[in-house]
Structure formats: structure tokens, C-alpha cells
């Protein structure tokens, strides 16, 4: 049954020929998403779905209309919508994606596309079969000062070496949130898929080897809840990434982007965080959700000497004082949707970006398992 009665469901007609979407999953990540399309014009808000949606008293008084559904098959058939949005764990992000595909509608997904390869490949397959779009919320690709950092990094030549890190000293609600995430993927996974699309994208060549390393700091979760992996590709460029959820972790160097070829090296500067509080508690910066995105600004240090071997040109400071928002981020994740949707813009290298990046952190997770390199093919 419906978790709210009031569901307009098949009756409902579009609003001035407005996208119609159902929303899955309505935490941080989902909640974001349902904000942008209450915003967006061209997308209506046509439903929620949670498991536990009846029990929520703190969504937005404006969505009290907004039909709720705490199962997603009776979502998807009451609402028939034209796009839905998978903000739910990982472990249901095939499933439900390729069941939205069958039902006829576009899919927005957060990321990991899937849990494995094989099923990565069967969601692009399904959205191609159904002639649908599907994007995955790799939300650095439309943050302006990833895009910079990204721009920058193909300037500094070949080979390049790439090193990131993105640890969280997670506790209260996200250390629950964190170790709900680990009963489907440890953190190189989940978070990692971000940072080697971003290395991808830099290089432009494909990863060859994979190694990684983990380590299980806390009885809390069944899996390694640090992790560390290290890729190469077939143009001679290497990349680091590491990532660490736990109230454990440090708040110093959680935050680490730095790209470094022969011409020189680009990197995110953060400013000074983790100064601590009363009573030796910690300003747990690390695990605010904006901290995934945010820069302070990006230096562009350039390697070419004068004769005496001085720096002939002093580093540049890109500063980025103006920077959108998680919500506002969320916001052209679904314009991009949109724009897909209405222009018929071909995704397939989208797609395909997502399964690669999964790909590479998943041979990552197979190395710390097997405490073996993996070589991709």
C-alpha cells in the first residue's frame, strides 16, 4: 500500500508539459534532487519513495501534496512517471534502474552505477534497448572548479601523477549513514568511482593496473573501512586515491587534490580546517557533504627554469570565491538530464565513463581482497 493516501497517480496531468519525477530514496542525496526539480521548471515533482516515508516528519511542508509510496513497484505503476531518480543504496541500483527503463521512463542515478561490472553493463544496455537517458550523478563533472582543475591538469603534459584523498571522520548521523553505505561497498569503492572518473578525464588514456591496499580500523563494519588504491595507464600517468570513513580518521590532509606532469603541477587548496573544540572533540569538517565538492582555490605552479635554474615563472592562484552550492551542484546534475532529454543528446560516453570508473575501483577492491595487482583488460 501507499505510505500517504492523496495519490493522484495515473489522473494527474502534466504541468505545462513538465517531466514527471519520481524520487527514490529521500536522504541527503535524494532530498537535494527533489529540491532541484521542485525548482527546475520543465521538471514536476510527481513522487517520493522510502521505505520508511511514513515515518518522516522532516520533509518540506510545500511537498505534504507531493504522493509518497513506500514501495517502488507501486511507485512506478500508480505514477507511470517520465523520469526517475535513484538516490537509494547501492545494492538497488541496477534493479531499479533497469525496472524504470522497462517502465518507460529516463533515469537520473547517484552513483555507483551498479555493484558489479556485469550489472553496470546491463543497465546501459537497458537504457539503450528502451531508447531512454540515463545520467549518473558524477557531480565534480559540473562543478566550474573541477572542470578548471580538470582543464588545468591536461596543460601540465605527459606522464602525469595524480594524487587524491578524501577521508571523513564520520560520526553521529554519518557514521550511521557511512556504515550503512559499507554493507554494499567499501569507501575506494563508493567514493573512489568520483575521483579515477576525474584521472580519466585528466589522462585521456586507458588504466591498465590496478593495485590497492585496505585496512579494518573498527568492529563496527564487516569490511575495510580505509582503503587506498593506486592505478596506472597506458601512457605512463599514475594516480593515488584514498579514502577513510570512521570516527577514527584524522582531520589533517583528509583533503588532498593535486595533479603534477613535466610543465608543472595544478592543485585544490583548501583552507585551514579541523582546529578542534571544547573538550578535545574534533571539528569534523571532513564529513560535510559539501567537503566532497568545495575548493578554496587552484594553484598552477609551472616548472620551467631561467639559466641559473630559478623559477622563470611565479604560480598562479585561481580563486574560486564563488562557488555553487551542494543544492545548486544537484541543480545542473538534473539540467543536464533535461537538456539530454530534450535534445536527444546521445549519452553513450556518459554511460560508458560510469562503467570504467566502476570498473577501476572495483579491480581496487579485488586487489586489497586478493593482496594482488589486477591487470585490466
Known amino acids: 500500500m501507499a505510505a500517504k493516501t ?9 504541468k505545462n508539459g513538465a517531466l514527471r519525477v519520481l524520487v527514490v530514496g529521500v536522504g541527503n542525496m535524494g532530498a537535494s534532487h527533489a529540491r532541484a526539480y521542485d525548482k527546475i521548471d520543465g521538471f514536476e515533482l510527481a513522487g517520493l519513495c522510502a521505505r520508511r516515508i511514513a515515518k518522516r516528519t522532516d520533509l ?28 537509494t543504496w547501492p545494492d538497488t541500483h541496477a534493479d531499479y534502474a533497469i525496472r524504470a527503463f522497462k517502465s518507460g521512463a529516463h533515469v537520473f542515478m547517484e552513483k555507483p552505477i551498479a555493484e558489479t561490472v556485469k550489472d553496470a553493463k546491463r543497465v546501459v544496455v537497458a537504457a539503450r534497448n528502451a531508447d531512454k537517458k540515463l545520467v549518473i550523478g558524477y557531480i565534480l563533472r559540473v562543478h566550474p572548479s573541477w572542470v578548471k582543475f580538470t582543464e588545468l591538469a591536461k596543460g601540465l603534459g605527459k606522464p602525469l601523477v ?23 561497498l567499501p569507501p575506494i569503492v563508493d567514493c573512489g568511482v568520483h575521483y579515477v572518473d576525474v584521472m580519466c578525464q585528466m589522462t585521456g588514456a586507458r588504466p591498465v593496473r590496478v593495485h590497492g591496499i585496505g585496512a579494518h580500523l ?18 605512463g600517468s599514475v ?4 579514502a577513510g570513513w570512521g570516527p577514527m580518521m584524522s582531520e589533517v590532509a583528509y583533503f588532498v587534490k593535486d595533479v603534477v606532469g613535466p610543465r608543472g603541477c595544478a592543485s585544490i587548496v583548501m583552507a585551514e580546517q ?13 564529513a560535510d557533504i559539501d567537503t566532497h565538492t568545495k575548493t578554496n582555490a587552484i594553484r598552477l605552479h609551472h616548472s620551467k627554469l631561467n639559466k641559473d635554474n630559478s623559477l622563470a615563472k611565479a604560480d598562479e592562484l585561481f580563486r574560486m570565491d564563488d562557488e ?11 539540467l543536464v ?35 594482488k595487482v589486477v591487470t585490466l583488460r
Open 337 to 371: 538530464l533535461m537538456n539530454a532529454i530534450r535534445r536527444n543528446i546521445d549519452l553513450s560516453d556518459h554511460m560508458e565513463d560510469a562503467v570504467n570508473s566502476l570498473r577501476i575501483v572495483l579491480a581496487a577492491d579485488e586487489s586489497v581482497r586478493k593482496k
Open 162 to 184: 595524480m594524487r587524491m584523498n578524501l577521508n571523513q571522520q564520520s560520526i553521529g548521523d554519518a557514521w550511521t549513514w557511512h556504515k550503512n553505505l559499507m554493507k554494499s
Open 6 to 14: 492523496n495519490q493522484m497517480a495515473n489522473g494527474k496531468a502534466k
Open 239 to 242: 594516480g593515488w586515491y584514498e
Open 324 to 334: 555553487p552550492s551542494h543544492d545548486d551542484l544537484c541543480e545542473r546534475e538534473q
Open 60 to 87: 518540506p511542508v510545500r511537498w505534504s501534496n507531493v504522493p509518497r509510496f513506500a514501495d517502488y513497484g507501486e511507485a512506478l505503476e500508480t505514477l507511470k512517471p517520465d523520469v526517475v531518480s535513484i538516490n
Open 218 to 235: 573498527t568492529k563496527d563494519v564487516k569490511t575495510y573501512n580505509y582503503g587506498h588504491l593506486h592505478v596506472e595507464f597506458d601512457d
Open 274 to 286: 579541523g582546529k578542534g573544540t571544547v573538550e578535545g572533540a574534533s571539528d569534523t569538517t571532513s
